[in-house]
């Protein structure tokens, strides 16, 4: 009999997995504590580097079902969510997220909707850092430097 798992990560220490347990139990999942796994550490870090993903990966099996709410808990970017479900995969682990309607990320459709939904959120996140950076280029008090170009004749 398979066995389900929850992965619950947050960023920040004000936040709280309890909207994340929500949704996994209001989706119908009945999920033993023990089998949920919380982690607080930063989305930037790569699901290799999150202690918490490292000891669950070492307690799935073959025919185990991983929940997550959304795709952005599996990875840093695309090639990192990508990754980690191949990873599953190649393990047997079914792995479903709620955002995507609960779908099997690693059925043929799962597959093509995460490697879409995930490159658009990397695309989004990646302008959000290029308008950060342009915006504190921008600010008050800072020096700009420009380069010139002299023509010689």
């Known amino acids: 009999m398979s066995r389900i798992f929850a992965y619950c990560r947050i960023s920040t220490l004000d936040q709280t997995t309890e909207n994340q347990r929500r949704?996994?139990?209001s989706a119908g999942f009945k999920i033993k504590p023990q089998q949920i796994i919380e982690e607080h550490i930063s989305g930037s870090a790569a699901t290799s580097e999150r202690p918490g993903f490292n000891r669950l990966l070492a307690r799935l099996k073959c025919g185990d079902q991983l929940i997550v709410t959304k795709l952005d808990r599996l990875g840093c970017n695309a090639m990192d969510i990508?990754?980690?479900v191949e990873q599953l995969t190649e393990t047997g682990i079914r792995?479903?997220?709620?955002?995507l309607g609960g779908i099997d990320l690693t059925s043929p459709t799962g597959k093509m909707m995460m490697?879409?939904?995930?490159?658009?959120?990397?695309?989004?996140r990646?302008?959000?850092?290029e308008?950060?950076?342009?915006g504190d280029s921008k600010s008050p008090g800072?020096?700009?430097?420009?380069?010139?170009?002299?023509?010689?004749?």
């Not at 308008?131 to 342009?134: A, I, K, L």
């Open 95 to 99: 792995v479903h997220c709620l955002a």
């Open 115 to 124: 490697q879409v939904i995930s490159a658009v959120a990397e695309f989004e």
């Open 131 to 134: 308008r950060t950076h342009s």
């Open 126 to 129: 990646d302008l959000l850092l």
């Open 23 to 25: 949704e996994i139990e």
């Open 142 to 153: 800072r020096r700009e430097t420009f380069w010139s170009t002299t023509c010689v004749k």
């Open 82 to 84: 990508r990754k980690t």
